[in-house]
């Protein structure tokens, strides 16, 4: 992950008196440590919610249950729904997802690499599709800067001001 990634995040997020939750699946934990090891993170990171077996999914995250039926877990939907879900369940005025295959086997019929990332926030969601190669480690790795990327770029381009901002 790009070293400023996370800082980046978080600064915004303060900046604007936002909070963020994160809905993890392939990245298992890594973009809320990620997230977390930066001093002060607490002030905007709510927390996460990292649910690998897609029955949580739909339990904790209110993923719907038939979409995860017909095309499996990962799916650009399914990475939106996670994103909406996360934000919803911890109360927090972003959400950010990760879903995909880090391999060694492909998954849902998906080949290992595939990997949605989403972010939820005042004005709707966005979702990143990657085709990602390399190891498991790296798929994950790259994973996590794309969501952070992703969200960096949503939360800057948002005009809303949050509820402790300024502009409320």
Not at 151 to 163: F, H, I, W
Request: net charge neutral; glycine share 14%; charged share 20%.
């Amino acid at each position: 992950m790009s070293a400023g990634a996370a800082p980046q995040v978080l600064g915004l997020l303060r900046e604007r008196g936002w909070t963020l939750a994160v809905a993890e699946s392939l990245t298992g934990g890594l973009v809320a440590a990620d997230l977390a090891s930066v001093p002060g993170a607490s002030r905007a990171f709510r927390g996460s919610v990292t649910a690998y077996a897609t029955d949580l999914k739909h339990r904790l995250l209110g993923v719907d249950e038939q979409l995860l039926a017909a095309r499996g877990a990962v799916d650009p939907q399914v990475a939106r729904q996670m994103a909406e879900g996360v934000r919803d369940r911890l109360g927090a005025d972003w959400g950010a997802s990760t879903t995909g295959v880090a391999g060694p086997d492909p998954q849902d019929g998906r080949p290992v690499g595939t990997v949605f990332v989403a972010v939820a926030g005042p004005h709707g969601a966005a979702v990143r599709a990657l085709r990602l190669t390399g190891d498991r480690t790296a798929i994950r790795r790259a994973s996590v800067t794309a969501v952070l990327e992703l969200l960096a770029a949503e939360v800057g381009r948002s005009t809303v001001a949050g509820p402790g901002s300024d502009g409320s």
